[in-house]
């Protein structure tokens, strides 16, 4: 990995809490996409009338609410921002409930799984054990 990859990663991993595997892979060609969009989200995820930590579990009950299997990994921000496994269990739970509404979505069971995947990763990566969201795409980069 060049150095402007890795000052890439690490201006991400500041900002975001942490490095998307899509950026893992930009990085290595175009580090500056991947620090302005660190900005991007940094802005909007910061404190605000809500937490940072609010607004990753936020996102995590839409990842599970919608079946979204790369955006399962906001459960790493969310832990890296203070959240207790009994928040991140209420979260997935919310989304969970939310799948039933989500138009054309997928459902319940389908979601109550993203939920199981997510409590995993959790686990995982609390236990520093070596964690994955999503299998990684077919196609190289």
């Known amino acids: 990995m060049s150095d402007r990859a890795a000052g890439a990663d690490a201006y ?7 490095v998307p595997r899509m950026f893992r892979r930009i990085n290595t060609w175009r580090p500056e996409c991947g620090q ?50 009994e928040e991140i269990g209420e979260a997935l739970m919310v989304g969970v409930i939310a799948a039933g509404f989500v138009p054309g979505g997928r459902g319940f069971a389908l979601a109550a799984e993203y939920a199981a995947k ?23 980069w």
Do not use: N
């Open 12 to 18: 991400m991993r500041q900002r975001m809490l942490f």
């Open 36 to 85: 302005r969009f660190a900005d991007f989200y940094e802005v909007g995820k910061r404190d605000g009338a809500l937490t940072r930590a609010t607004k990753e579990l936020i996102f995590l009950a839409i990842a599970v609410a919608y079946a979204s299997p790369a955006c399962l990994v906001h459960v790493i921000p969310a832990i890296e921002a203070g959240v207790s496994d």
């Open 118 to 140: 997510a409590r995993e990763v959790a686990r995982l990566y609390r236990a520093g054990q070596p964690w994955e969201y999503v299998a990684e795409p077919r196609f190289g």
